[in-house]
């Protein structure tokens, strides 16, 4: 089978399923849909993908790459003490990922509908708490307040995304640090 002329690539197909997802939700991820709004065939869907269960699965792991993995891995190279990392990974969530937030919110409307993909962001927010944890658990030493900060951070994290009161007295930046610092108060002096 040749390879139709202009086509567009697996990764341009993903990226837009990505962005319907985020923009309308997991019903809207259709084959015929997307083509339509490409301005291509079907045919050049089936030249990258199986079907639509493989496109829905190369999409889980586009988001399993550009989002933990990354972020920790940056995390990680930057390097310093729990403290320095764990402000880090916040900056980057704050600065970079915010768009990425709305992403996370379709994810986990879209696992309201499928059992599996509510297993899968299950397992993706239970290894993002373990890595909150860890680092808390480097300051704190006790493993019950390395989880509720870890917790707290996480929800803050995700939930901060689905408020929809505006600030009014600062930026959503601005605030969001604030809420962070409260999450370090208290941190032990190293002796």
Not at 43 to 49: L, P
Not at 57 to 74: D, I, P, Y
Not at 140 to 164: C, H, N, Q, R, T
């Amino acid at each position: 089978m040749d390879r139709p002329v202009n086509t567009l690539t697996r990764e341009n197909w993903i990226d837009f399923a990505l962005q319907r997802l985020t923009e309308e939700g997991i019903d809207k991820v259709t084959i015929t849909g997307l083509a339509r709004e490409l301005s291509v065939t079907k045919g050049s869907f089936y030249w990258h993908f199986k079907d639509r269960d493989d496109l829905l699965q190369a999409m889980l792991t586009r988001w399993e790459e550009t989002g933990s993995k990354l972020v920790f891995g940056e995390v990680e190279r930057v390097g310093g003490d729990a403290v320095r990392r764990l402000k880090h990974l916040s900056d980057i969530i704050i600065r970079r990922y915010a768009d990425q937030l709305n992403l996370e919110l379709a994810l986990r409307d879209w696992g309201r509908k499928d059992y599996k993909i509510a297993n899968i962001l299950r397992q993706e927010d239970e290894k993002r708490i373990d890595y909150l944890r860890g680092l808390f658990v480097e300051i704190y030493g006790d493993k019950k307040i390395a989880e509720a900060k870890a917790w707290l951070l996480f929800s803050l994290f995700v939930g901060e995304i689905i408020i929809d009161a505006p600030m009014k007295e600062q930026s959503r930046e601005d605030m969001l640090w604030i809420c962070l610092d409260s999450v370090f108060k208290e941190i032990p002096e190293k002796t």
